[in-house]
């Protein structure tokens, strides 16, 4: 983020909450929790970079 701060990010986690995987990710960036299909992914990724 230091260096690219506009820089778009989905992170995926098999945990019930981001939170769990750090703090600091869970609020920089965008969560798509498992399972997800292809279609949510693709959808999140296109409001990612829209």
Same mark, same amino acid.
């Given at each position: 983020?230091?260096?690219?701060?506009?820089?778009?990010?989905?992170? @995926? *986690?098999? +945990?019930? =909450?981001?939170?769990? !995987?750090?703090? =600091?990710? !869970?609020? *920089?960036? *965008?969560? #798509?929790?498992?399972? +997800?299909? !292809?279609? =949510?992914?693709? @959808?999140?990724?296109?409001?990612? #970079?829209?």
């Amino acid at each position: 983020r230091a260096r690219r701060p506009n820089i778009r990010v989905l992170f @995926t *986690s098999g +945990y019930a =909450e981001p939170a769990i !995987a750090g703090r =600091e990710l !869970a609020q *920089s960036g *965008s969560w #798509l929790k498992k399972p +997800y299909t !292809a279609r =949510e992914l693709a @959808t999140r990724l296109r409001q990612l #970079l829209d």
